[in-house]
């Protein structure tokens, strides 16, 4: 059963400091993983997809790796802002023919930026 | 483009009545819907998956007689949680997508049972 594993639980920075959110998953046989934004109270809002056979996805000042070999992906926000402040969540799709529609997601990190 | 609504945002009611959440792609056609549950500071559980009239897919765990999903037409779907009990008590979210790997997030509904 596929597990997926974000840390810290919670960070809190102060404005423009560059920062590294982590999220681990116990089955390497992915077939992709995404990185979403969640505000409180709200639904989510995918900020980058990296299929597996991609190391890398950027999108401004976002920077998302993937080490599939190693069941790691790492979120990195540059020159952090206060209207970063979300839970950022993690979820993988297993690469298994008929359930790879499925994704299983972290408990997120509750991100605080502060002006 | 690619927004997906719910109604309502937010619900109170008292143990053992059903209520009934929307799901609704507001300008695309949505094959496949998926409902999710996310209690406190937990992880979004998906709970079942629907596709245009066909029966939904429930994952293993979660009461078909008591979450009914109807999936009626391309752009709506519907959980309704009958007899709710206060563990009933959750923030439910959809997504809907034209497949399954690309899916477009509702905002969610918070439940609570008194």
């Known amino acids: 059963k596929q597990e997926v594993t974000q840390i810290p639980a919670a960070l809190s920075v102060p404005e423009g400091e560059n920062l590294v959110l982590n999220c681990s998953f116990t089955?390497?046989?992915?077939?992709?993983l995404q990185w979403f934004r969640q505000d409180p109270g709200k639904g989510l809002t995918s900020l980058l997809l990296?299929?597996?056979?991609?190391r890398e996805q950027t999108s401004g000042r976002l920077n998302a790796s993937l080490d599939k070999s190693s069941g790691r992906s790492t979120l990195y926000i540059a020159a952090s802002q206060p209207g970063d402040s979300a839970t950022y969540l993690c979820?993988?799709?297993?690469?298994?023919?008929?359930?790879?529609?499925?994704?299983?997601f972290g408990k997120g990190t509750l991100l605080t930026v502060n002006p | 483009g690619a927004v997906v609504s719910q109604h309502p945002s937010r619900v109170i009611c008292k143990s053992g009545t059903s209520v009934k959440i929307e799901c609704r792609s507001l300008?695309?056609?949505?094959?496949?819907m998926f409902w999710y549950r996310q209690f406190p500071k937990q992880s979004l559980m998906l709970m079942a998956t629907?596709?245009?009239?066909?029966?939904?897919?429930?994952e293993q765990g979660v009461e078909k007689d008591k979450f009914l999903i109807n999936h009626a037409s391309l752009t709506l779907s519907t959980l309704t949680v009958t007899s709710a009990h206060p563990e009933d008590s959750s923030f439910y979210i959809c997504?809907?997508?034209?497949?399954?790997?690309?899916?477009?997030f509702g905002p969610g509904t918070r439940l609570l049972v008194l």
């Open positions: 997504s809907a997508g034209t497949g399954w790997e690309t899916q477009y």
């Open positions: 089955d390497s046989a992915i077939y992709n």
């Open positions: 990296i299929q597996s056979s991609q």
């Open positions: 979820a993988v799709r297993l690469d298994s023919g008929g359930s790879n529609y499925k994704l299983t």
């Open positions: 300008d695309f056609q949505a094959t496949t």
């Open positions: 629907s596709n245009e009239g066909s029966k939904a897919t429930y």
